[in-house]
């Protein structure tokens, strides 16, 4: 069954938020810069610390955030998404279609470099989804 969590956005400050709310939630905290991406030789070098994408994860609470990295300001309800971690590539092929009808996809469900398989779009009422399921490790 899928989990639902909710994925923050930042206008550079995603690291000292993400470090905040661990101060206040306890848990385990990871990043990945963009520099540490495959895309990180591709990018300027100041774009190069920007955190690409962090996780929270304290007991049944999950957090994920990244900097804004689509380029100017965020404006209030571009900052939060929700993000959809399916349990396998059957329910995530299910319900990414049925979710998405009527709405605009952003992101065609794909295989990513962090295997997984992965979409995003804005529902018909203009919530903005993310999907993703974790391919198992070969």
């Not at 470090?19 to 905290?29: A, S």
């Not at 955030?65 to 396998?88: R, V």
């Not at 995530?92 to 398989?117: D, H, M, N, Q, T």
């Amino acid at each position: 069954m899928a989990t639902l969590n909710p994925y923050l956005a930042f206008d550079g400050d995603c690291r000292k938020a993400m470090e905040f709310y661990k101060e206040c939630l306890g848990g385990e905290l990871r990043f990945m810069t963009v520099g540490e991406s495959p895309i990180g030789s591709q990018v300027p070098p100041e774009a190069r610390e920007k955190i690409m994408h962090a996780s929270l994860e304290s007991g049944a609470v999950k957090i994920m955030a990244s900097d804004n990295l689509q380029g100017g300001a965020l404006k209030h309800g571009d900052d939060i998404s929700l993000m959809l971690a399916c349990a396998s590539e059957k329910e995530i092929r299910e319900l990414f279609p049925k979710l998405s009808a009527g709405g605009k996809v952003g992101s065609a469900l794909k295989e990513e470099f962090w295997g997984a398989i992965y979409g995003d779009f804005v529902d018909k009422f203009g919530v903005r989804w993310m999907m993703n399921f974790d391919m198992p490790k070969a």
